[in-house]
T-cell receptor, first 115, second 113 residues
Framework: DTEVTQTPKHLVMGMTNKKSLKCEQH?????MYWYKQKAKKPPELMFV???????INESVPSRFSPECPNSSLLNLHLHALQPEDSALYLC??????????????FGPGTRLTVL | AQSVTQLDSQVPVFEEAPVELRCNYSSSVSVYLFWYVQYPNQGLQLLLK??????LVKGINGFEAEFNKSQTSFHLRKPSVHISDTAEYFC???????????FGDGTTLTVKP
């Protein structure tokens, strides 16, 4: 199984809502990533988890809260978002996140719209 | 620090014509290089990668790329494109000292009949 799955595919939420994005992989990968991608732009790294511990936070606002319950799952909890947070949120995984080559496998993304 | 420049933001081409998407990078250490394709409303899919060895790298869907260290380039080529190749293409670099990848701004390839 070389697939990264993400749910939901689409999400519309108000600025006062609390919602969560979910990501799952069963490739035995020990690193998982959240990216944010605006239209016609490259993915921007948000968070990296390595061995279920947060290893990189790219100065992301606290209204985004990641969680890694186990090595196969990655969540992104959303609260009090702004309309400018509307974007495609991509999850990826790789065998490891340390120095050296680590091919990232991407999920299909969650299209988030904040009203 | 590392950076990636994709020299063309949009490349229109007719079906069955050859195409080249250009990518230049800068890094103070050795790098790994990647090309990803993103179809509308989908995630990124790895087309090919250069890690070491032969500078000509073949990938999926008939694409290939050549690593040129002296020119710090990693251009993507396909000898004959199809309508289905219409997509966004991202060049990315990851240096050998850290796992983070840096993406270029992307090139929109539009294949016209």
């Amino acid at each position: 199984d070389t697939e990264v799955t993400q749910t939901p595919k689409h999400l519309v939420m108000g600025m006062t809502n609390k919602k969560s994005l979910k990501c799952e992989q069963h490739m035995g990968h020990r690193a998982m990533y959240w990216y944010k991608q605006k239209a016609k732009k490259p993915p921007e790294l948000m968070f990296v988890y390595s061995y279920e511990k947060l290893s990189i936070n790219e100065s992301v606002p606290s209204r985004f809260s990641p969680e890694c319950p186990n090595s196969s799952l990655l969540n992104l909890h959303l609260h009090a978002l702004q309309p400018e947070d509307s974007a495609l949120y991509l999850c990826a995984s790789s065998q490891d996140s340390g120095p050296g080559y680590n091919e990232q496998f991407f999920g299909p993304g969650t299209r988030l719209t904040v009203l | 620090a590392q950076s990636v420049t994709q020299l063309d933001s949009q490349v229109p081409v007719f079906e069955e014509a050859p195409v080249e998407l250009r990518c230049n990078y800068s890094s103070s250490v050795s790098v790994y290089l990647f090309w990803y394709v993103q179809y509308p409303n989908q995630g990124l899919q790895l087309l090919l990668k250069y890690l070491s060895g032969s500078t000509l790298v073949k990938g999926i869907n008939g694409f290939e790329a050549e690593f040129n260290k002296s020119q710090t380039s990693f251009h993507l080529r396909k000898p004959s494109v199809h309508i289905s190749d219409t997509a966004e293409y991202f060049c990315a670099v990851s240096n050998t000292n850290a796992g983070k990848s840096t993406f270029g701004d992307g090139t929109t390839l539009t294949v016209k009949p």
